[in-house]
């Protein structure tokens, strides 16, 4: 961080001077002096200065990104993640080819149509040919990397494998709760009215499919196996964001979303890989949510496939955890008194 400031420092003050220089140029001009020794040097000046920029820029960019470039990419743990991450450096190649393209194009005319004695100006009105080249090219590009894009995007949208680990993540402010089926295999409804202290998801656990649920404290995936994530708010909007999946998908209250994924490293695997014995994937909220966002996080392991359903068989139902839940949600009984007892008999003998 502290070489890009005094990078950026260096640029500045460059600016600077060339700015002070050149605003000396336009004094000499407004004197008379147009056409004297003295312009004719300072545009030679200038036109150089437009190449040293250009040829340091380009030098400085390409060692900036390749000295630092394991400092702003994390590894990719996902299937899809692979896809993606080829899209987005395609995508930047030539992005980045038609930035430097443009650029040297531009500042050689600068240095080759550099001011001097005598030159006149040429009227050149138009380039029907040269119109099209730079309409039907760039068209061609882009719309080969768009159908590129739709097409992983409809994958890795499209419905989820049959075999897929079904969790429910729901954002609220400002944390994650996460639900698990349990052994029918089958999350149960919710509803917003049944939020409460206990029941912070609003699950409805007089349904059957309920009953065997579990919400643990932290998130388990299965590496190799694919995991569709049920994403929902309970509140305002949130995002689920996990970077090393290349996974994010918006949580809207009232609209609930999904996105499946296949991990491929597991949290072993990827402690190795970085160097980090304390690695750990974290599930980050990436859409400002009010003033407690920055510590909306949870952590999310992935497991070897044997690993994760031994965990998963640990795991006790919320039910069995507060047994006394479902008899809080029943009426109590009345009361009833001899004397309405006899009121009763009364008019049953009356019929």
């Known amino acids: 961080m502290l070489n890009f400031v005094i990078l950026v420092s260096v640029i500045l003050i460059g600016a600077i001077l060339v700015t002070i220089f050149r605003a000396h140029t336009l004094v000499q001009v407004v004197r008379g002096n147009k056409d004297g020794e003295s312009l004719g040097k300072s545009n030679k000046v200038n036109a150089a200065l437009f190449l040293v920029f250009l040829i340091g820029g380009i030098v400085l960019f390409f060692g900036y990104s390749y000295t630092q470039f394991d400092r702003y990419t994390v590894p990719v ?152 994530f049920k994403i929902r708010a309970r509140d305002v909007i949130h995002s689920v964001y996990v970077p090393h999946f290349r996974l994010q998908m918006n949580a809207v209250p009232g609209m609930p979303t999904q996105f499946w994924f296949v991990p491929t490293k597991s949290t072993a695997d990827m402690a190795e890989e970085t160097g980090n014995p304390d690695f750990t994937y974290e599930l980050v909220c990436n859409k400002i949510c009010g003033k407690g966002h920055f510590a909306m996080r949870a952590t999310i392991v992935v497991d070897e496939p044997a690993e994760y359903e031994k965990w998963k068989a640990s795991q006790k139902s919320w039910l069995s955890k507060n047994p006394e839940y479902l008899s809080s949600l029943q009426p109590a009984s009345p009361v009833v008194t001899e004397a309405a007892k006899e009121e009763i008999e009364e008019a049953q003998a009356s019929l």
């Open 77 to 228: 743990a996902s299937e899809h993640g692979e896809v993606t991450f080829k899209l987005f450096w395609i995508t930047t190649a030539v992005t980045t080819a038609a930035f430097i393209l443009t650029h040297i194009v531009l500042f050689w005319f600068a240095y080759r149509y550099q001011h001097k004695a005598g030159n006149t100006a040429k009227f050149y009105p138009h380039n029907d040919k040269l119109e099209l080249i730079w309409t039907v090219v760039p068209a061609i590009v882009l719309a080969l990397l768009i159908f590129d894009g739709f097409r992983a995007w409809v994958k890795i949208t499209d419905q989820a494998p049959d075999n897929a680990e079904v969790i429910e993540i729901m954002g609220y402010q400002y944390a994650w709760a996460s639900r698990y089926p349990g052994a029918d295999g089958k999350l149960g409804p919710y509803d917003y009215k049944l939020i409460d202290f206990e029941n912070q998801m609003g699950v409805d656990f007089t349904n059957q499919f309920s009953k065997d649920d579990f919400i643990p404290r932290e998130i388990h995936i299965p590496k190799g196996k694919p995991v569709l």
